[in-house]
């Protein structure tokens, strides 16, 4: 995720030094599962390592921004989990996230989110916008952090995302100790007041990163945040959306 200002130059230069400074930008959170199978052969190790060298992946060069923060099951506020988001910008109204359960090599990708501004949402029909979660409180709270680059740019990033809402889909559980991405995606909200997020997992996942939600909520005071739509984060009003797998043809066994 690009910092678009022009007068972040300056603050940009800083970022890629910080993050071989700080030590806190990653690889401190394991995933929570181990997939089953066969453990890696030199072949497989040996061609991946050619395709590293060989293969352009010009989209993954643009997922440039790590944010740490937390979602839960859309209709289960108690199905809390912690997610690790590797975003970047197709342009300045559009973020696209890929989300893993961990920072660490063994990570497991656990869905996607999109990200878009406030007047692109506006823009939506309302069925669509109860699909959609604001980023307010997760800004506002300070559990939302992008760790490893220098406060001022990470206050200035913050301003950005508090506008904006998130689609959310995860499609691996491995909150739920599943080894393989078993079952159907599952729609993920954001937390939208102080209360409902499970306070020590919030105090393990700042010692890890050595931050402070409670600094970090002080120090994004000056931030102006805007109204939520109120047809956004519909499970407030009771309206909850999940995918459930349904048959719509006979097995051609059972037709026997």
């Not at 910080?18 to 030590?23: G, K, R, Y």
């Not at 181990?34 to 061609?47: D, I, M, N, R």
């Not at 063994?106 to 878009?116: L, N, P, T």
């Not at 984060?233 to 026997?256: C, F, H, M, P």
Request: some cysteine; overall charge negative.
């Amino acid at each position: 995720m690009a910092l678009h200002s022009g007068n972040m130059n300056t603050r940009m230069l800083l970022v890629p030094l910080t993050l071989v400074l700080c030590s806190c930008g990653g690889e401190n959170t394991d995933s929570n599962v181990t997939a089953p199978g066969a453990e890696q052969s030199g072949e497989t190790t040996a061609l991946e390592a050619g395709a590293d060298i060989m293969q352009d992946k010009a989209p993954l060069r643009t997922l440039n921004a790590y944010l740490n923060g937390f979602h839960f099951y859309n209709g289960n506020i108690q199905a809390q989990m912690e997610a690790h988001h590797y975003c970047g910008h197709l342009n300045e109204e559009v973020i696209q996230c890929v989300i893993f359960d961990g920072n660490e090599e063994s990570a497991k990708v656990m869905g996607v989110e999109y990200i878009i501004s406030r007047n692109l949402f506006a823009k939506l029909p309302t069925e669509e916008k109860h699909l959609w979660h604001s980023h307010v409180h997760e800004v506002r709270s300070g559990q939302l952090i992008a760790p490893g680059i220098p406060e001022v740019a990470e206050h200035e990033l913050m301003e950005k995302i508090a506008g904006t809402y998130g689609k959310t889909w995860h499609t691996w559980h491995t909150d739920q100790g599943l080894e393989l991405p078993l079952g159907t995606p599952m729609l993920m909200m954001g937390f939208t007041q102080d209360g409902q997020m499970d306070e020590q997992k919030v105090a393990q996942r700042d010692e890890r990163f050595e931050t402070s939600s409670a600094e970090n909520r002080k120090n994004r005071a000056d931030i102006e945040y805007p109204p939520v739509d109120p047809d956004a984060n519909a499970w407030e009003k009771g309206i909850v959306v999940q995918l459930e797998a349904v048959r719509t043809k006979k097995d051609s066994r059972e037709a026997r």
